[in-house]
């Protein structure tokens, strides 16, 4: 599947803009060139050599601040993504074979994670719990995890009722060796596509959260949180909230261009792109030979 992705132009942009957003996560605070903690006189300053992007209200490097946030929205959106892959996949794959009790009793929670406010669910647990990235990452991570436990059910479903699973059930194999053997190759991809498209939500909701101040301790740096601080000098700086917003938009983009990319690559779609790709490899072979 990595091939067929990577043979596509927008799954290879797609794969180098989130390659590069991770090396900022990486090596983000080694690149900036200020502490992007440290305070000055020279506030509100605009770009300039000193300062690529200029300072904010309390004189601190803009670029900096901005690289050294990079790390916190990158892992958290990461957290999102793993803690709903994990919390809803692996019930939506057994709810298909451990009997109605375990299936009813995941269904009617998923159901309940759906009805619950998103916002006001996030800020209650966050206020018992602390308030950390990591709590509000899981927290959140819960709550999108339906959308894994709908899609590994869906495609559990459409394989569960197939001869050679009932073939296996009969010959007295176990759960456990039906699902490596047999589900999990028909459940990966739209898997795949669900947690690239969760990647580029999860970089949303860790700005939305940490644009209202939840799940990071001021005055650290995160995109949300500088967006948010430049909504409020726009009348000294009215181009300070394009270079956040500029990173947010590309990572969901980027996000979300390698979930198409995965599903036109997979199931029957992808054994098209495959099959086309040989007959064309074969007449320009044939072409050549000719000639």
């Not at 900022?24 to 050599?49: E, I, K, R, W």
């Not at 901005?66 to 999102?80: D, H, N, T």
């Not at 709810?95 to 009805?115: I, K, N, P, Q």
Request: glycine share 10%; proline share 5%.
């Amino acid at each position: 599947m990595v091939r067929r992705v990577l043979a596509l132009t927008s799954g290879r942009i797609a794969v180098t803009v989130l390659a590069v957003i991770a090396l900022l996560a990486v090596l983000g605070p080694v690149l900036a060139p200020d502490d992007p903690l440290a305070t000055s006189d020279n506030t509100l300053a605009g770009a300039s050599f000193a300062h690529w992007l200029g300072t904010d209200y309390l004189g601190r490097d803009v670029l900096s601040r901005l690289l050294a946030g990079s790390r916190v929205s990158v892992l958290g959106s990461l957290e999102v993504a793993l803690t709903a892959l994990v919390a809803g996949a692996i019930p939506g794959i057994l709810s298909v074979h451990l009997g109605r009790v375990f299936e009813w009793t995941t269904l009617r929670l998923a159901d309940t994670l759906v009805a619950l406010p998103f916002l006001l669910f996030a800020v209650a647990v966050i206020a018992l719990l602390g308030n950390g990235i990591t709590q509000a990452m899981l927290v959140t991570g819960a709550l999108v995890s339906p959308l894994f436990y709908r899609v590994a059910r869906a495609a559990t479903l459409a394989v569960a009722r197939s001869p050679y699973v009932e073939a296996a059930l009969i010959s007295g194999a176990s759960v456990g060796w039906i699902v490596r053997r047999h589900v999990w190759v028909k459940v990966l991809p739209p898997l795949a596509v669900a947690l690239a498209q969760t990647v580029g939500l999860g970089f949303v909701i860790v700005s939305s959260l940490t644009f209202l101040g939840i799940g990071v301790q001021p005055p650290a740096p995160t995109w949300g949180g500088l967006l948010a601080y430049d909504l409020g000098y726009l009348s000294h700086q009215p181009w300070a909230p394009l270079a956040p917003a500029l990173l947010i938009m590309v990572a969901v983009w980027a996000g979300n261009q390698l979930a198409d990319a995965i599903r036109d690559v997979s199931g029957e779609a992808g054994r098209a792109l495959v099959n086309d790709r040989k007959a064309r490899a074969n007449r320009l072979g044939a072409t050549g030979g000719a000639r």
